[in-house]
């Protein structure tokens, strides 16, 4: 695009007042990549047919750094990530919203690849941008790009999950691999220069909804364990159904990279954030059946059986491979890496 | 005993030393670098944060230790500039971006950790920088090691030995254990399975009444040590006496900057005074530190003091006794 007509090689606090460069970044960047017809319209609200069945919104914010990253980065985080919060609540995805807040300075190149990576995930998805909105702050009252999103679906009448439907009995089921996104971010941001690792970051509908199709009320809950990973994905689940849960460490895949990185910087995988996976809590008789489904999908081909529900009162405990068992808790504080 | 805050966290979170608890009394020791650390040399580095003009750089795990009169994070929500490093290059690589601050990097570290120090300061020489300076509150560990030994409230029967700081030092550093102490000890890896292993030929020296000093984890460990990171800790610092939280002042257990060096070190170019104080009511991180008391046993642990809410040092370093304890040994 021609400086003349994008108005600079930075945003400025011109580009978000409202004027002649708002109306630039608008048409010449945002437009140009997101090319859905009532954003094109640019009127102040979207009007869309209303679904059929219950009307799912989730609300997400986006402020990872570093903004690009193995495997992904903001954008694709904002999609996938808004995405996945429907897809676990049974929801199909239709509409996402995007809120821009940019800082003053910010390399207009920069933005232009993270809208276009927005773009090309949203395509994928097969869902519309329908509405947003851009804003710019003054230099250090910002961090480059923060992203707000708003995620619309719907869920089926027969769809019901929830913490309600755990009983003792039940089997609990990861979709892949823990801990690649947690890491691989802590480590770009940090420059340890660490090979091999990318974050898992994934629109996980177009499994998950075909899974609750042929699995019907077998599936009892799905969550996507991003922030405190799936150790607080578990603990939140056991308090909420009010049972305790226990796991297998020796069944909870973890790729080997991400197991070296995390021994060397002290880190615990079951508590880094996943992008591209999720955990569901299916009925003990169909744990086959849902396993051979899974597996059949590139995104949980290496879904596994990890533990199981029983009687209790909201404790999460590992059965470590020396066959010892531990509880596990909230995390307090940041994990650090270790210093020797 | 363990004294490897690596060793407390394996022997947790593998569910050993639950596994093991109704036969071995296994004792954690002062393997935990900010944990040992005295109150007055934080106090020290807390006045060093509130200096003009100057950044400090530290491993993150300090930043929460209480002192007597708050942490460097709470320094730090009021304007101190602290830097968090992965390694003590960063520290030399701030200094250089910033030539009108004072760079101040906060040694704290075993044998492992020293001799990255000591190249960072190589480099600081090198590069003629003006604006760096370390203050070394680093520990030796065979000193202290000593003390436990002859500790008749102790009562030891053998030592698991940490496997990085021989991994410098060598199986040969430790030997005095057996030969003057008549101790046995055995080099441990950090695995379950290396610990287990360890533990076993250990066990099996103190039944028979055997004091050797054994290396069960020679894919690592030489006799000798890495000679090559000896050399650069010997050219850059010297040992002196050094106070240690829970075990008091031990000879030859720290290390102070030689001469040549002495540019680089902090507490010449800030020579403050600290005010001693007492330690907090009720904390026993001391006894704690010395494998005397558990952490369970201290009236303060999981109720006032927990890892978002330390007291003492043990509670809040990522590897200290009272923080594995509280993650991985609530039970015991």
Known sequence: MEKEVRGADKITLAHGDGGELTHKLISGLILKHLQYEPLQALSDAALLPPPVGRIAVTTDSFVVKPLFFPGGNIGTLAVNGTINDLAVSGAKPLYLTLGLILEEGLSYDTLEKVISAVALAAQEAGVAIVAGDTKVVEHGHGD???????????????IDLGPHKVKPGDAIIISGPVGDHGLTVLAARENFGLQGLK????????????????????????????????ATT?????????????????????????????????????????????????????????????????????????????EGSGHVYLRTSLGATRELYYLTGLQLPRIC | MEVCGTHTVALGRSGLRELLEDCLDLRSGPGCPVCVTAAEDIDYMILLARQPDVFVATFGDMLKVPGSYGSLEQSKAEGARIHVCYSPREAVELAKSYPDKIVIFLGIGFETTVPLVALALKEAMAAGLKNFVVYSA????????????????????????????????????????????????????????????????LILLILNGEPQVLNSYPRVVTEEGNLKAQEILQEVFYPCPANWRGL?????????????????????????????????????????????????????????????TPVGPCMVSSEGSCAAYFRYSRRI
């Not at chain 1, 075909?210 to 405190?228: E, H, I, N, Y």
């Not at chain 2, 990085?164 to 950090?190: D, N, W, Y």
Request: hydrophobic share 40%; with cysteine.
């Open chain 1, 199 to 230: 974050s898992d970051c994934a629109a996980l509908h177009k499994v998950i909804l075909p899974f609750l199709k042929t699995l019907g009320p077998a599936v009892k809950w799905l969550r996507d364990p991003t922030r405190g990973g799936l």
């Open chain 2, 138 to 201: 680093h520990k030796l560990v065979p000193p202290a090691l000593s003390l436990l030994a002859t500790d008749p409230e102790l009562g030891l029967d053998g030592f698991i030995l940490p496997g990085h700081v021989s991994a410098i030092l060598g199986r040969q550093a430790f030997a005095f254990l057996a030969e003057k102490h008549h101790l046995p000890a055995a080099i441990a890896g950090f695995e379950p399975l290396d610990i287990l292993g360890a533990l076993m030929e």
């Open chain 1, 144 to 158: 480059q790009i923060y992203i707000n999103t708003t995620g619309i679906g719907v869920v089926e009448d027969n």
């Open chain 1, 234 to 310: 578990l603990k939140e689940l056991a308090t909420s159904a009010q049972v305790n849960i226990y796991v297998n460490e020796e069944d909870i895949p973890i790729r080997q990279e991400v197991q070296g990185a995390a021994e060397i910087l002290g880190l615990d995988p079951l508590y880094l954030a996943n992008e591209g996976k999720f955990c569901a809590v299916v009925e003990k008789s169909a744990v086959d059946q849902a396993l051979l489904f899974l597996r059949q999908y590139p995104l949980s081909k290496e879904a596994a059986l990890i533990g199981e529900v029983r």
């Open chain 2, 248 to 308: 008091g002042s031990i000879p030859d257990s720290g290390l102070k900057l030689k001469k040549r060096y002495q540019d680089f070190d902090a507490q010449k170019r800030y020579p403050l005074e600290v005010k001693p104080s007492p330690p907090p009511p009720g904390c026993r991180c001391g006894d704690i530190l010395k494998g005397l008391t558990l952490p369970t046993e201290c009236p303060l642990f999981a109720r006032r003091c927990t890892p978002a």
